[in-house]
């Protein structure tokens, strides 16, 4: 992927006002009381609008949201980050923002590199900008487990295989959708585990709209555990195998 | 012979007690029309279908069972089909749950919330 100087400073203050003005960050949650205050609190600190998916949370996320000043829509059950974000894609477009800044709640997210991913995103006109953790590998402090690496390195080649790109982080939670992806992707999502990143990333790829990645550092986890377990990942990388060969990841229209 | 005409007396218990039963639950609400209707038919095929069973011998035979043992296959058939349409009915029925969640959602709060984000 092609790197360019203007976005190689971390924390690039850039005047964020442009951007914010169509500019929607939307932070899915699910039971993320503990972090999800200080991450508005920041976002919103540096003028960035930002909407709290709140996934049917049992704990207190949706007030923790609010009090912080978040836009908080809640799912009344539980429907998986997919639906989450789709939902998040839904509300942008009926409040006519044409970008939407994908943020982690559990504070994993830089938000000073969300200029960067916008930056990005006009300078190449990509459709999808994907903060990667691993297109920079030698400045990257980001510490990932073995079996993990292995999985994303496996998902990554699938993509290569299915689509002929390279995506280093295919499973990377901070991006930036822009239009006329965004619409697309309010009206088809999917709702399965891999299927908001990987599947996405496959279903833009084929539907021919630009994916480009920058290197985004995140942060350690800085509370609750990774949501999948050795045995899970197994588990998922068997269905992401089987969807991959039999051509059943959901599609898009093309651009 | 004698063991196909029980096989037929079976069958047709087993197909009237399936309209019966598909009957009550209808009255009672617990099926819906259109699956009232489904197991209504499944009965009477059933029904009919105890008439020809002096043909199971031959069939079986030609295809290396025993009237029972092919009777088992055909019932297994229709099971099967049932399951795959309900894992369809369910699959539709989950996508509209995960829709009518997400309007709910939208519709619910985006109004009164919305103003705090435009103070700033």
Redesign the interface.
Known sequence: MEKMDLLANPTNQIDSTMQSENTLVVIPAFNEEVTVGQVVTTL?HHGW??LV?NDGSTDQTETRA?EA?????????N?GVG?AL??GF??AL??DFSKVVQFDADGQHDSLQISRLLSAQEAFNADLVIGSRFLDSQNSNFVLSGHRKAAIELLSKIIYLKTKKKITDPTSGFRCISQPLLEQFAQNFS?QYLGDTFEANIAALEAGYSVTEIHTDMFNRQHGTSSASFLQSVRYLGRVFVISALNLNFKISRK | MKTTLQQSLLLITGGLSLIVASWIASRRRLLTVRYTLGWITLGIITCVASIFTSFLPSVGEFLGMSPTGFLLVLASLVLVIVCFQLSVALSVLQIKFHSLIQEIALNGKDGSVSKSNESD
């Open positions: 919103r609008k930002c998916v609010c000043g978040a836009v908080v829509v809640s799912h009344s059950i429907l639906l789709q939902t839904k509300w009926q409040h709702a």
